[in-house]
Nanobody
Framework: VQLQASGGGVVQAGDSLTLSCAAS????????MGWFRQVPGKEREFVAAIVWGGGSKYYADSVKGRFTISRDNAKNTVYLQMNSLKPEDTAVYYC?????????????WGQGTQVTVSS
């Protein structure tokens, strides 16, 4: 199983960014997908999750109303649209897949993509 996250970068506060995570080696449409983030020295934290069919989505309070998770099962890809970015959103963002869980711990993890938001 491979989860390849991409789309990170350096942006200014208030900007938008979309992360993508392409999955392979699994039946993507049967997996719940999640986004997590981690800052050096801190624990990895939940950001957003979407169930296998896309019908239910969940968000951390810190990103609710600014971030949107979505998926395209035909493309085996999950997205994280991030709007109104803040410096505190700076982190390495990871995508993850699990057959049953929506929160942590997930079974499969990607390699992460860095998002840096400057003030």
């Amino acid at each position: 199983v491979q989860l390849q996250a991409s789309g990170g970068g350096v942006v200014q506060a208030g900007d938008s960014l979309t992360l993508s995570c392409a999955a392979s080696g699994l039946t993507f449409s049967r997996y719940n997908m999640g986004w997590f983030r981690q800052v050096p020295g801190k624990e990895r934290e939940f950001v957003a999750a979407i169930v296998w069919g896309g019908g239910s989505k969940y968000y951390a309070d810190s990103v609710k109303g600014r971030f949107t998770i979505s998926r395209d099962n035909a493309k085996n890809t999950v997205y994280l649209q991030m709007n109104s970015l803040k410096p505190e959103d700076t982190a390495v963002y990871y995508c993850a897949a699990d057959r049953f869980k929506l929160m942590s711990p997930y079974h499969y993890w990607g390699q992460g993509t860095q998002v840096t938001v400057s003030s």
